[in-house]
């Protein structure tokens, strides 16, 4: 984590009591601050109560400077883990599409590079083209309509829409998907086999009569 300048170069053993309100006081009006209200009220107020203290100098304690220094550090701490984990996951989940926009590829090109991926051992990138393939093969035979934003788990919800006989495994290949692309989460080799067969299954198994239902399933909830 990097502390703002003021505290992370030189801070004085014992500050003097107006470049304590100054620093508290410069911190306490960051707006990371304010957005996390909820969560940091109390320790608010209780810096107001301790910088209210420091006003007059016969109230000026060298310790009680220190402390409300110390706690400010703390408050970046908090604010960091907090917040910072929170704008990361909202990137992440602003983006989640299968295929990107300039994703040309026919669905047995993306096999290949899953095959590829596997044969060496790469069971995640393995795992997602393979899932990216599946998708790709239903969008080729029109099961699927061809959606450039859409996500793992709407193309799931939309194909089990189609092929109900296969919905359980295409919903849980799609949370394998967002697991290993979007949530750290790493794939192995059986993930690779699981997702290699649901691929055979799909490209055999014929879908039910459209029925214009298919792609609102992706509104019904994860």
Known sequence: MILPARVRVGVPVEPDAATGRRWATE?????????????????????????????????????????????????VVVAFLVAGPVRVSRRGSSDRRVLDHDDARTAEEIRAAAETAAARGDWALAVLERYRAIVRGLEERTVLEERVART???????????????????????????????????????????????????????????????????????
């Open 27 to 75: 911190e306490l009006l960051d707006p990371v601050y304010h957005q996390q209200r909820s969560l940091l009220s109390r320790l608010w107020d209780w810096l107001a109560e301790q910088l209210a203290g420091l006003r007059t100098p016969a109230a000026i304690d060298p310790f009680a400077v220190l402390v409300v220094v110390g706690i400010i550090v703390a408050v």
């Open 152 to 222: 793992a788990h709407e193309a799931a919800l939309a194909a089990a829409a189609r092929l109900p006989s296969l919905g359980g495994e295409l919903v849980a290949a799609g949370r394998t998907f967002d697991d290993v692309a979007y949530g750290d989460e790493p794939a192995t080799a059986d993930d690779e086999r699981r997702l290699r067969e649901l691929d055979g299954r799909v490209r055999d198994t014929r879908p039910t009569t459209q029925t214009g239902v298919a792609d609102l399933a992706v509104a019904a909830p994860r």
